[in-house]
């Protein structure tokens, strides 16, 4: 080394690398150290190098052996104190960047191993609370470190259960706002995920329902994410043998896979695969051979398929440029590579590209495929969605019909993406004032979901009560009441006389009997609505603020959902 000082900062750099749980970060030593130059970080970090003292590993300078490590906790780290002090600089530097919101996955990795080699207790305990450093931590696939810290603190599975609930409370009295609330149902989801690994299934339900709902409000219920979170909640039904519910809440996520990203998308095969082990699991072998194979099929098809890098745009839009120059311009397959960057680009909320994207493949599939072919509905429909997002109505009812009448000719009665045209254009009327527009196709709305559900399936519900709410809006109350009284009873048979949609749909219910002027009927189905909330939210550890619920419209509220799902990205 050049000087003394050089000298101290290379020993300040190996004592910190000790003492850390994965190692140090070149920008986190300059923060550390502001008096330090690159310069010098550079000069020392490559000396150390070639001394085969230090090495990268995932951005951190880690000791290359075990030997390194010991002559520097020899050489350099006089007992005790003074190792404490090092890790007390660590502490101080994370803490300081949880004090300003900044949880990233380094101080979730190192401020809790930190607390735990200084044997501080209580903040361990105080971190781990903080909801996005368990979090991270679990989603990074480090379940047993989470549980040892929980262990390390004294605290056992069900105590930590309750902390984690109490913590969740509080955070959601201050949630406002799409974002936050989105935010809020991963927490949850987190959370269910956590103690169904700990195998408390019963409490891990709970989040997951909560999860659940949020989703379906904040976002749409045709989401992806919606489809994530019933396929959550599933999973701790078949570990709790509870095969009815699992099965009811696996064709739900399947039926918004196919929607969102087509029939013959990856995700839609995983749906596919959960419902052949579930019905393995009941004996029931034909029908998990069946879906199995579906499965099969569609994860071949991806494998086969030329540039399959979903998510990643530049790549797609490089994979784009080559498939024109191999094949010409004009393909069906082109066209579907069009659609799938327009979709790409309007995930990332870059609204502008993805309808360049999405005329292309527009005007491409109508030259190749002819105008009324259901891929050209398709894309129609996308076109429509992001319309709907820019607050373009007019121009959003215009594509939504043409994509309308195309499905309806080329499609059979019952297929999901017919119903799922109907039922955003019905949104779509209904938003933009048009009621008697949005009769017929929220009516032809129950149809869809009757053929391909069963009359008693809860989807079949959630479209009665919608037009139930409909009928409201428009003071047809006697059209309404026979809507609200019969989802009602599919959603006690089948999701249990105590379940959140029951509650929702007797307030819709005791709306209607008070604006009739049936008073005392409107009191007694209140009462039992709010048995059933204040059941809910006893389970959540406490009361909860209340929200819009899953079961469809509630007339007495105004819905903050937005008609805008997820555009298709598959083909039809």
Not at 10 to 25: A, E, F, P
Not at 405 to 430: C, E, F, G, N, Q
Request: charged share 25%; aromatic share 8%; hydrophobic share 35%.
């Amino acid at each position: 080394m050049a000087n003394d000082m050089d000298k101290e900062l290379m020993k300040q750099i190996l004592c910190l690398v000790n003492v850390s749980h994965n190692g140090v970060s070149e920008s986190e030593l300059m923060e550390l150290y502001p008096e330090m130059s690159w310069a010098v970080l550079t000069s020392l970090i490559h000396s150390l190098h070639k001394m085969c003292l230090l090495t990268y590993s995932c951005g951190l300078l880690k000791f290359q052996h075990l030997q390194a490590w010991e002559t520097v906790r020899l050489d350099y780290m006089e007992g005790p104190t003074n190792i404490s002090s090092y890790r007390q600089n660590l502490i101080n530097y994370f803490t300081m960047q949880l004090s300003q919101d900044r949880v990233t996955w380094r101080s979730a990795d190192e401020l809790p191993w930190l607390f735990q080699q200084q044997g501080s207790k209580q903040k361990l305990h105080d971190c781990l609370l903080n909801l996005f450093v368990s979090q991270n931590l679990y989603k990074r696939g480090h379940f047993a470190e989470l549980l040892s810290y929980w262990q390390f603190v004294g605290k056992d599975k069900s105590a930590m259960a309750a902390e984690y609930f109490d913590s969740l409370k509080q955070y959601e009295k201050n949630c406002e706002g799409e974002e936050s609330m989105i935010c809020l149902a991963d927490l949850y989801e987190t959370l269910g995920r956590f103690l169904k690994d700990l195998g408390l299934l019963s409490q891990a339900v709970v989040p997951l329902q909560r999860s659940l709902e949020i989703r379906e409000t904040a976002l749409d219920p045709d989401h992806p994410r919606v489809a994530h979170a019933l396929h959550q909640l599933a999973s701790v039904y078949v570990q709790g043998k509870k095969f009815g519910n699992a099965e009811q809440l696996y064709k739900q996520a399947l039926e918004i896979a196919e929607n969102a990203y087509g029939a013959d998308h990856p995700h839609v095969a995983r749906e596919l695969e959960a419902l052949a082990t579930l019905y393995q699991k009941q004996n029931k072998y034909e029908q998990a051979e069946h879906f199995r194979k579906k499965s099969f099929k569609i994860r071949q098809k991806a494998t086969r398929r030329k540039g399959n890098l979903y998510g990643f745009a530049l790549l797609r839009r490089r994979a784009l440029q080559l498939e024109e120059l191999t094949l010409g311009k004009d393909t069906p397959d082109n066209a579907r590579t069009l659609n799938e960057l327009g979709v790409l680009y309007y995930l990332q909320n870059n609204l502008e590209t993805a309808d360049q994207f999405l005329k292309r493949s527009l005007e491409m599939r109508e030259r190749v495929l002819g105008p009324d072919h259901p891929d050209c509905a398709q894309s129609l429909n996308n076109l429509a969605a992001l319309c709907n997002e820019k607050k373009q109505y007019d121009k959003a009812e215009e594509l939504y019909e043409r994509a309308l009448d195309i499905r309806r000719r080329a499609l059979a009665p019952d297929h999901p993406s017919l119903a799922y045209t109907v039922k955003h254009l019905a949104i779509l009327y209904k938003k933009m004032g048009k009621l008697d527009k949005a009769v017929p196709l929220y009516e032809l709305a129950v149809e869809i979901r009757q053929k391909s559900f069963g009359p008693k399936h809860p989807s079949v519900a959630t479209a009665l009560v919608n037009l139930a709410v409909l009928y409201s809006q428009m003071k047809k109350h006697i059209e309404a009441l026979p809507l609200y009284e019969r989802a009602l009873k599919i959603y006690e048979d089948s999701l249990g006389r105590m379940h959140p949609r029951v509650g929702e749909t007797l307030k819709n219910l005791a709306v209607l009997s008070y604006e009739e002027g049936d008073f005392e009927k409107a009191a007694e189905l209140y009462k039992r609505a709010m048995e059933i909330k204040e059941a809910e939210t006893s389970l959540l550890g406490g009361k909860a603020p209340s929200r819009h619920s899953s079961s469809g419209d509630t007339f007495s509220l105004k819905t903050t959902h937005s008609p805008n799902v997820f555009l298709h990205q598959g083909q039809r």
